[in-house]
């Protein structure tokens, strides 16, 4: 399985700042996802990150309020801007790879608190 | 539109026992990825167990085993000789061949392996 490494763990933040989380994978892979799990929920999918093109977002996500950037095979960013508490969230990273062998690993995710 | 149920929003069970986590799930198309993810209160979501619809044989992982019934859309997870550290919350997670490895979750179980 891929080594997913993501930063920063955690973090308190001011409303109305943004944050960027990254997203380094120890090998090239296809695909790259973000999700958000809110407090005492299940996981959305919030965009497909594509290398060399811009992200798909899912209904309900917009580009201005999460910007992806995928520069490489390796790694991701996803920016939470002008935050509100109402993003208070967990933020995931997901790698897979395709060719009939779907297996999609996480990391270890952002806890990102709004005040 | 694919969905993911898990009916069960708790449960327990005693350390060295066997539990099984329900899950359902709703799609039109015949080929899919059925998943099954841990999510310990580390919030790293963790593959538990993979199951591909066109495979009849159930999957097994040591001791995690799936009861895949196609006709019925139904995914269970049993754990058998449970342990402490299988304390966390399940989530059983769906792809579409056609869905490009997006995953659709259902809303969680939380197992609880009292000693």
């Known amino acids: 399985s891929a080594v997913i490494s993501q930063k920063p763990s955690r973090d308190i933040c001011q409303r109305g700042t943004s944050l960027t989380i990254q997203c380094q994978v120890d090998?090239?892979?296809?695909?790259m996802f973000w999700y958000r799990q809110q407090p005492g929920q299940s996981l959305t999918l919030i965009a497909t990150?594509?290398?060399?093109?811009?992200?798909?977002?899912e209904s309900g996500f917009v580009i201005d309020k999460f910007p992806i950037s995928r520069p490489n095979l390796t790694f991701s960013t996803l920016t939470v801007s002008n935050m509100s508490p109402e993003d208070s969230s967990i933020y995931l990273c997901?790698?897979?790879?395709?060719?009939?062998?779907?297996?999609?690993?996480f990391g270890s995710g952002t806890q990102l608190s709004v005040l | 539109a694919q969905t993911v149920t898990q009916s069960q929003p708790e449960m327990s069970v005693q350390e060295a026992e066997t539990v099984t986590l329900s899950c359902t799930y709703d799609?039109?198309?015949?080929?899919?990825?059925l998943f099954w993810y841990k999510q310990p209160p580390s919030r790293q979501m963790i593959l538990v167990i993979r199951?591909?619809?066109?495979?009849?044989q159930n999957a097994t992982e040591n001791r995690f085993s799936v009861n895949f019934q196609k006709a019925a859309k139904s995914f269970s997870l049993k754990i058998s000789d449970s342990q402490l550290g299988d304390t966390a919350m399940y989530f059983c997670?769906?792809?579409?061949?056609?869905?490009?490895?997006?995953?659709?979750f259902g809303e969680g179980t939380q197992l609880t392996v009292n000693p």
């Open positions: 997901s790698v897979g790879d395709r060719g009939g062998n779907e297996k999609l690993f």
């Open positions: 090998s090239q892979v296809t695909m």
């Open positions: 990150a594509n290398q060399g093109s811009e992200a798909t977002y």
């Open positions: 799609t039109s198309e015949s080929n899919y990825y």
């Open positions: 199951q591909e619809a066109y495979k009849q």
């Open positions: 997670a769906f792809i579409q061949e056609t869905s490009g490895s997006r995953l659709t």
